[in-house]
């Protein structure tokens, strides 16, 4: 029995071959990486905190292929100010922000990139809200692949944008949104062998991004937490966080999982109408807009995996506004030093609406992954909920200053 193999995630057909667009090539539908977890016991204990401590349960066959930045072992922070004002003694925030390009993406792109490389790839591309192009980008600068990105013309925040240009990927500036650079990009493979596509639905990709449910459970010394809060847009995170809880039970090192909560920006919401509605597809929803451009997506590739996660966990997802996404970001920011990008605090304003709606048991350890670093986005600036934090010094005059600031 091999180690690890590629299987439909909808009709589980075994796939004898890899198709340019990751597609089953029996009924279309999305893949996954499955593996033996029958005679693997890991011994991961001595080993510290990155996605590699977690190699036997990667698809990379060589340790050659590897290609890495220092991705993983990001903190698991004890938020006690914050839970104090929900009332929440066991609040906890993941902070992907301190992976190597500032993003949760790095987690899949040393796993996605690495494969390449084992498949002697030369060329890879993505369609991107910013954050998997600079990601992307920085992998491929570190194993030699030309690097080609699309994304949303203006619509992409500085910081990324600033990263994608200086690891020299090559860009192509899309006049439409996400949806519509995925789908120019995923027709481009489908046409030519030498692009190798790098977005969630490649799922080695998704392989390497259900470390981070196994670094929460490390975390947590060997527990689930009862709630796991994530920003959606694609859904290739929720998804892999939950194949991750789910193989760390399989193998016995866990005997619960936790429930799966996605959130949304009201206006990018097809995941939550679908769980509201209790549908079984999701819809597209057109025009898709929020300040927190990383999850602009009206779209998502990875629904079926998403409804999944959400319902067999017995999850839910929620919207927010924007205005509750910059207030979430600044809390965050003020009351425990973290400071992340407006995508991310969608996790913890998420939190506070179910808190205030009695969605959420006060007891409960809740984790919410905050998905990028603050300085991804210096674009809303102009948009931080106002504190007195500015005072002039008038000439000399530091007797006013004083009375000013004392
Ligand atoms: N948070 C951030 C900061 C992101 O960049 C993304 C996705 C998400 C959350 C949502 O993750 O798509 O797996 O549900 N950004 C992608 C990109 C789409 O191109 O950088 P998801």
Same mark, same amino acid.
């Given at each position: ?13 075994? /796939? ?6 990751f ?14 977890l ?24 060589? /340790? ?12 698991l ?26 993003s ?6 040393t ?26 980008? !920085?992998y ?52 030519r062998r ?10 080695? @990709? ?16 060997? /527990? ?12 290739? #995170? ?26 949304? !920006? +009201?206006? +990018? ?6 769980i509201?509605?209790h549908?079984? @597809? ?10 927190? =451009? ?6 998502p590739? #990875? ?7 959400? @319902? ?8 927010? =506004?924007?205005?509750?996404?910059? #207030?979430?970001?600044a ?39 905050t998905?990028?670093?603050g ?8 948009r931080?909920?106002?504190?007195k ?10 007797? /006013?200053? #004083?009375?000013?600031?004392?």
């Amino acid at each position: 029995m091999p180690r690890y193999w590629l299987q439909c995630f909808e009709c589980q057909a075994r /796939q004898q071959t890899e198709n340019t667009s990751f597609r089953c090539e029996k009924c279309g539908g999305l893949l996954e990486v499955k593996f033996n977890l029958s005679d693997r016991s890991p011994n991961w204990k001595k080993r510290s905190l990155s996605v590699w401590k977690y190699k036997e349960l990667l698809p990379i066959d060589r /340790q050659e292929s590897i290609v890495s930045l220092g991705e993983g072992g990001t903190g698991l922070h004890h938020c006690k100010r914050l839970g104090k004002k929900l009332g929440l003694k066991k609040l906890y925030v993941k902070n992907e922000g301190e992976n190597p390009t500032g993003s949760f993406k790095d987690r899949g792109m040393t796993v996605a990139v690495s494969k390449a490389v084992e498949q002697h790839r030369k060329r890879v591309i993505c369609a991107s809200t910013g954050n998997t192009s600079a990601s992307l980008a !920085a992998y491929s600068a570190k194993a030699g692949l030309d690097c080609i990105v699309f994304i949303p013309k203006r619509k992409i925040a500085p910081g990324k944008m600033i990263q994608v240009i200086m690891h020299g990927a090559r860009i192509v500036e899309v006049d439409g949104d996400f949806d519509k650079a995925l789908e120019i990009v995923v027709k481009l493979v489908a046409d030519r062998r030498d692009l190798y596509l790098m977005n969630s639905v490649n799922p080695y @990709r998704l392989e390497g991004q259900k470390t981070l449910g196994f670094e929460i459970h490390d975390q947590l010394d060997g /527990q689930p937490p009862d709630t796991v809060i994530l920003p959606v847009g694609n859904g290739g #995170n929720i998804s892999a966080v939950w194949k991750g809880f789910n193989e760390l039970q399989q193998l016995g090192l866990s005997k619960d999982k936790p429930r799966m909560i996605g959130i949304q !920006a +009201a206006k +990018a919401a097809p995941i939550v109408h679908a769980i509201r509605n209790h549908a079984s @597809r999701v819809l597209p929803v057109a025009n898709a807009e929020t300040i927190a =451009t990383a999850i602009r997506i009206g779209s998502p590739v #990875n629904w079926p995996k998403v409804l999944r996660a959400i @319902r067999d966990s017995h999850g839910t997802a929620e919207t927010v =506004t924007d205005i509750q996404i910059l #207030n979430a970001q600044a809390q965050l920011a003020r009351d425990e030093g973290i400071f992340v990008e407006p995508a991310s605090a969608a996790s913890i304003a998420g939190l506070e609406k179910m808190v205030e709606d009695r969605k959420i048991d006060r007891k409960d350890t809740i984790v919410c992954v905050t998905t990028g670093h603050g300085l991804k986005d210096p674009s809303i600036i102009d948009r931080i909920p106002s504190s007195k934090q500015f005072y002039t010094l008038t000439g000399n005059n530091t007797d /006013q200053l #004083n009375k000013q600031l004392f």
